[in-house]
């Protein structure tokens, strides 16, 4: 007589087991945190001050590594989003495979697809943006320091994509900005032309062309490159914030709370003066409101802005 004895449970377990399904979700998970890393390095990148990368205590060994790739922000930004997208697209290939296995109860294929497009969003949007961003936006430093070589091989990797998108995004803003201004240009040089007489010399005929170009200047042409700005976080202690500003000489410096992306004010240095001898000073109530632009607008308006500005203070005075 014989007797069928049942399989061991733990050899059942792996005789049922789909590896292919198994190998995908794995393969999600590691996916889904790349997505992670490289969506907080943008955030950890471009968060990063002049302060931050010149203080001795934050140069670690990938110090150089970050300088190098921020001093072409455009090309790192453009690395970034396109390693992003590849990895995103890749994501939702491969999840559309594990969606068949996991959503196969579902018998409608326009229900299947909509629940499938829900939790790739979601997972993506979660796990792959707004943790990885909030946590790079906390931990600048840190992020960017940890993600300098990867991103940098990344960098060199997409340089055939990067390059020619760069150009190619150039070359739009370019026509966009010149469809915007070329005839209200042509008309005040004409309008030179007609107004300039014989008397007119040479220096003041470059005068008069240069309000005509400074007419035409967008706000954005002028801005103080991100790297380049100094500004102080309001916490700094008020020893700190004199041998800052000793250090590098501005009468108006930025102000703000956690990171440079949440300016709260501007602080003048002239208001610090009469305090310079004093050790301790709760400087930070000193700042005085910002005054924000956008970075489209003319130079011409955003003088008569101030302009204004300067009439309604000496009518307040």
């Known amino acids: 007589m014989l007797t069928i004895l049942d399989p061991e449970p733990s050899n059942l377990l792996f005789t049922n087991i789909d590896w292919n399904i198994l190998i995908s979700t794995v393969i999600l998970i590691l996916l889904l945190l790349l997505s992670a890393l490289i969506s907080g390095s943008e955030i950890a990148f471009f968060s990063l001050t002049t302060t931050d990368l010149e203080d001795p205590k934050n140069q670690g060994k990938n110090h150089n590594t970050i300088i190098e790739l921020l001093d072409n922000p455009k090309k790192l930004l453009a690395t970034i989003l396109i390693s992003n997208n590849f990895i995103n697209i890749l994501f939702v290939l491969i999840f559309s495979f594990v969606g068949d296995h996991f959503f196969s109860g579902i018998h409608s294929a326009v229900v299947k697809f909509i629940v499938e497009v829900v939790v790739v969003t979601f997972l993506i949007l979660l796990f792959g943006e707004v943790l990885p961003k909030v946590y790079a936006n906390r931990n600048p430093l840190k992020f960017a320091y940890f993600m300098a070589t990867p991103v940098k091989i990344l960098n060199i990797l997409f340089t055939f994509l990067s390059i020619p998108l760069l150009k190619l995004t150039n070359v739009v803003e370019k026509k966009i900005s010149k469809k915007k201004t070329e005839i209200s240009v042509e008309v005040l040089s004409q309008a030179l032309e007609l107004t300039s007489s014989n008397a007119t010399t040479k220096e ?108 309604l203070i000496e009518k307040i005075i």
Request: aromatic share 10%; with cysteine.
């Open 204 to 311: 003041e005929k470059k005068i008069l062309q240069g309000i005509v170009n400074f007419g035409n200047t967008d706000t954005s042409q002028v801005m103080c490159p991100r790297m380049d700005i100094f500004a102080l976080p309001i916490d700094k202690e008020f020893e700190d914030v004199i041998e800052e500003i000793t250090k590098h000489g501005h009468s108006r410096i930025p102000v703000y709370k956690e990171n440079i992306d949440n300016i709260v004010g501007i602080l003048y240095t002239k208001d610090l003066i009469p305090h310079i001898n004093k050790k301790v000073f709760k400087w930070n109530k000193l700042i005085r409101d910002p005054f924000f632009v956008p970075e489209n607008k003319k130079l011409d308006d955003l003088l008569k802005e101030f302009q204004e500005m300067i009439r």
